[in-house]
Structure formats: structure tokens, C-alpha cells
């Protein structure tokens, strides 16, 4: 079954040149699905269409076999981290965890117990009642993921996750995603410009270029032949 599926979509924002150019690909259920190529490529555009954070200018993007142009976000079956963690700093870590989900009206009760899953599985149970600046990156980059995780959402959105951790603390994240991504039955789309990232965790990995997929397969067939 496809989770997300993009049909001759391009986007170009207002006066500039095309940032995606008619791109169709397809994410299976369960793949982890890896987007690399240099910086201005298009990959942060393309997946922020999927998130519905940007419009799309041609072409259609459906999720779970939903077509989604017209679908706000907050309406979208996909939760998405930020490289910059994108948390709330005048909130508690317990209620980053709960605002997307009290914003969706999800009962009380509900909220505690996926809050407590989420804690348990990143093991950041004791960092609950903590503000954002109390944290460490990789803490951060944890509540972030946690974030994403208590939606339970259709596909999980990643855009550069890593890229502000120390060279340890990556290594460290890059194991607990793939970690993530079997223990959750996850669907994600990852965005990375680190082949070893792309490599190790990618089911398949799109090579963009300047706005278009230049190769599309697993990790070993792109890399073999280059
Ligand atoms: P990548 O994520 O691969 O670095 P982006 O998707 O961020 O690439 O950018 C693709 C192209 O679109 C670049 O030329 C970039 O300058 C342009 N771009 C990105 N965001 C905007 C924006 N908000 N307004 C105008 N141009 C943008
Ligand atoms: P979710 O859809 O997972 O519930 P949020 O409601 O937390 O996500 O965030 C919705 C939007 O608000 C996102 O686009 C996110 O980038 C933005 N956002 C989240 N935290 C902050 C913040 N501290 N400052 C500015 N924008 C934020």
C-alpha cells in the first residue's frame, strides 16, 4: 500500500526558479524513505509540501490514498521534526508532548497514556516537568521525536533531525531512529545531506538535483555505481 504518493508535483515559489520539478515517487507502508542531494536541491520544499507547509504548484499529493492539496496540516496524517526541535520554550516537556494532541480535542486521558509510551520508548521519563532550555541537543532532538511519536500518525516527516548534534550524540540518534522505525511499523520520509545517515537508515534513497529526482533505489545500488 502506498502511504504517500506524489504525482508530477513542482513548486515554485513567487519570481524564483522551480525549487521541485515535476516529481512522482511513491513511499510504501513501512519504508523509510531517504531524500539527499546538495543544499538548494529541494528537498526541505518537497517535504513541506507533504506536510502542507507550503503549496503545492502543480501536481497532486495524496496520503493514505487521500488526495491532500487542499488538506491543512493540522489535517494531514503526518507529524513532522524540525532540525531546529521547534519546541515551545515557555512549556514544559510534558506539555510539548501534549499540544498537538489537545489541539486535535484527544481525551485527557488518552493524551497521559501516549505522553507516558512516547517517555518510556525515548527514555525521557525524567525529564518531564523540564523546560526546553533545560535540556541538552540530543534531549531536545528526543521531546521532538517524542512529539511526533504520541500523534501517531500515518507517516513521520524528518528534516535534517541530526544535523545540530555533536558527532557522538548523532551516531547515538541515528541507531535510536532505526530503532524507532522497526519497533513503530513506521512510514518515514527523511530528509539528510549525510550519506552515512542516507546509507544506514534509508529502505530507498532519491538522489534530487536542482529540483528533480536524479536516481531513485536502496542504498547499495545507488552507491555502487556511482
Ligand atoms: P534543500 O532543502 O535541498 O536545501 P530547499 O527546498 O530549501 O532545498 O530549497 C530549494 C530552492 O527553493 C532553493 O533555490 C531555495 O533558495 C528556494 N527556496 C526555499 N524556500 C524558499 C522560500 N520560502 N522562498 C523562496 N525561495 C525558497
Ligand atoms: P503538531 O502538528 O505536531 O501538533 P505543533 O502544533 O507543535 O505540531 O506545531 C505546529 C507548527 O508550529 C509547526 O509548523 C511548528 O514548526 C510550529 N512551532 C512549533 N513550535 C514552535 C515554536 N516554539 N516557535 C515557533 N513555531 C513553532
Known sequence: MAEV???????????????????SLTVADQEFLVLVGPSGCGKSTLLRMIAGLEEVTDGTICIGERPVNNVPPKDRDVAMVFQNYALYPHMTVQQNLAFGLKLRKLPKTQIAERIQQAAALLGIEELLQRKPRELSGGQRQRVAVGRAIVRKPAVFLFDEPLSNLDARRRTEMRRELADLHRRLEATIVYVTHDQVEA???????????????????PPLELYDHP
Not at 199 to 217: H, W
Open 199 to 217: 546509507m544506514t537508515l534509508g529502505d530507498r534513497i532519491v538522489v534530487m538535483n536542482e529540483g528533480q529526482v536524479q536516481q531513485i533505489g
Open 5 to 23: 504518493d506524489l504525482q508530477h508535483v513542482s513548486k515554485t515559489y513567487d519570481g524564483n526558479i522551480p525549487a521541485v520539478v515535476d516529481v
